[in-house]
């Protein structure tokens, strides 16, 4: 069983920075994509940044309009491990960010770790 384990949140004030980590157990095989989500209270989760396959072994970013310019997504293979760098950030980025990583048969995710960003 693959386990995903975040690190890396916090409390910061708005315009401060946060960098969250993101190591599975062992290596997945086949992944389809794998990034960042988060969910505030109250509302639905959401898509925040992500690798999509693309084919062998090239990966596509994606970003929620509402992070472009501010998260960047990076990915270490070698440490089975993406993290999210997290500038400027704003109270409205408040939430519990997960990891996934979604195969062709599985869809695994992180236990969350909670961002709390002060006005």
């Known amino acids: 069983q693959v386990q995903l384990v975040e690190s890396g949140g916090g409390l910061v004030q708005a315009g401060g920075s946060l960098r969250l980590s993101c190591a599975a157990s062992r290596t997945i095989f086949g992944i389809r994509a794998k990034g960042w989500y988060r969910q505030a209270p109250g509302k639905q989760r959401e898509l925040v940044a992500r690798?999509?396959?693309?084919?062998?072994?090239?990966?596509?970013?994606n970003y929620a309009d509402s992070v472009k310019g501010r998260f960047t997504i990076s990915n270490d293979n070698a440490k089975n491990t993406i993290y999210l760098q997290m500038n400027n950030l704003k109270p409205e980025d408040t939430a519990v960010y997960y990891c996934?990583?979604?195969?062709?048969?599985?869809?695994?995710w992180g236990q969350g770790t909670q961002v709390t960003v002060s006005s």
């Open positions: 996934n990583t979604a195969t062709r048969v599985m869809d695994y």
């Open positions: 690798f999509v396959s693309s084919g062998n072994t090239n990966y596509a970013e």
